[in-house]
């Protein structure tokens, strides 16, 4: 199992460089509660764009 070299294609790059995974959390209000999400994001390491990963982001 190799977790470095982890490679997709970059829409801002164009082309396939390696990505960084990074934790994130975000905090969302639903009912006055708040309630903390920790996703895993994926960003570029060459040009630091973040890519949507599970979430619905129509870009
Ligand atoms: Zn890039």
């Known amino acids: ?33 708040e309630y903390i999400f920790a996703i895993t994001v994926a960003v570029c390491a060459e040009c630091g764009v973040r890519r949507g990963n599970g979430h619905s982001g129509s870009y």
């Open 1 to 33: 199992m190799t977790e470095k070299g982890r490679r997709d294609f970059c829409i801002e790059c164009r082309k396939e460089t390696e990505y960084l995974l990074q934790k994130k959390d975000i905090v969302k209000n639903i009912r006055d509660m």
